[in-house]
């Protein structure tokens, strides 16, 4: 398959390969299944009418509208019925978000505990509509109109979120720092295809993100399946592990969708308490910790790149003990590049086994006068991929060499008690002495999410026909 031919498939829904940037407003509803026969109806009356965006449909022009779905293990199960078979997915997506050890592993403890989530502690939803438009508006009643009793479905929560900048200074989050520059490119598409030599280490293999295709390894990750008796039409190859069962999991990929409350007063205040008598500017100090300039230009000393194409570096070559991009900032701890192992190949390749393709969008509630991130991504395994970043990367206190400090930006901290030391702290690597920032505050705070399956096309087809 051709490179163009790739990213136009039309199996493939639209937002694992578009970020809909021409359409800057975004409504997010979580639904319950209450009408089994009608649900079906309505995903049904959704294909034939191609109301769901997939990936042949292009970026999309102003004044036009996207829809995409997913679903919690939950909703596949109450639409398969006999056909759902939990064990051929993965462990995480069928066990769901608040599991106590679950909890643990991504920081979902202290003020992030599901307790004090707005929504989904219960994880009481079984699928995600999502609208975009030109307009709040038009998000909100593209959603009222989908999301309604005729269709056998009841909205739970409905969050709403939007893009954030503009072209000429790039997507920005609620902190103010450029966002989204650096993305996993996928291998087989037209980008990577132009993508500069020096590039490749953001290149991974689609199965890294699109099931049905080889991971890094080489190898087909496993794919959710079906009886053949739930796909009597016959939308559905042969599952490639189990061939008397159907791939559900062909084209599809796992959604994780986390709103992320963003404390940009807490985050200053803090930044200015910090800078007071020091070398750097709250500006410089809060750039050590995002781990980029405010504008999204690379900290590296010498970075081959420019303000247009920042991001052709490795922290190898010219920053290996983080003198310029601190060891512990965000960005590095979320994509250590190839850094961490005896040599830059081992490195890169361990890093890119644990990339996670973004989709998210800021929002604000001037109700409750919050601001922050709907976190989306997509990957081929939660497990591996999103859990991997925030647990063993994020949230791991003793990081590459550190101690007792999990990632100043999104990193759940934790207060001195019960015999335990506090985790709340940020070293600066620099001569002739570190500095060391102490009773750094969570900054960003759990409001709610979940974990969902977008099927591709096909598997849309066989869900809603299943007997």
Known sequence: MGSEEFTRHPDIQGLLFRGYANLYHAGYGFFRIVDRTACKSWLTGLLDSERISTAKDGPPELGTQRLNIAFAASGLEALLGAGWIPDSYEPPFVEGMVTAHRCRLLGDVEDNDPEHWRWGKEQDFDGLFMAFGNSGDEAEQLLADHLCSDNGVARVQTVYGHLNGHEKNGEREAFGFRDGISQPIIEGTSRYRDLPKEAALHGVPAGEMILGYPDGTGKLPRTPAVSAASDPRG?????????????????????????????????????????????????????????????????????????????????????????????????????????????????????????????????????????????????????????????????????????????????????????????????????????????????????????????????????????
């Open 235 to 467: 939308w559905l190859k042969p599952h490639w592990e189990w061939p008397e069962r159907r791939d559900l999991g062909m084209n599809g990929s796992y959604l994780v969708f986390r709103q992320l409350a963003q404390d940009t007063e807490g985050f200053w205040r803090y930044l200015n308490e910090a800078a007071a008598g020091g070398q750097e500017t709250p500006l410089e100090l809060a750039e050590k910790m995002v781990g980029r300039q405010k504008d999204g230009t690379s900290m590296e000393k010498y970075p081959k790149s420019d303000k247009e194409n920042n991001n052709l570096f490795n922290f190898a070559k010219d920053d290996a003990q983080g003198k310029f991009c601190p060891i512990g900032s965000h960005i590095r701890r979320s994509n250590p590049r190839a850094t961490g192992s005896k040599t830059e190949e081992a490195s890169l390749k361990v890093t890119l086994r644990h990339r996670i393709l973004r989709r998210g969008r800021v929002y604000e509630d001037a109700e409750l006068g919050e601001v922050g991130l709907q976190f989306i991504c997509f990957n081929a395994s939660i497990a591996r991929q999103f859990e991997f970043i925030q647990g063993s990367w994020c949230n791991n206190q003793f990081f590459d060499g550190l101690q007792r400090e999990v990632d100043p930006i999104i990193g759940t901290v934790r207060k001195p008690g019960n015999g335990l030391d506090a985790v709340d702290r940020f070293t600066i690597p620099r001569d002739p002495y570190r500095r060391r920032l102490d009773g750094i505050p969570t900054f960003v705070t759990m409001k709610g999410g979940g974990y969902f399956f977008m099927p591709g096309m096909a598997a849309l087809r066989c869900i809603a026909t299943a007997p």
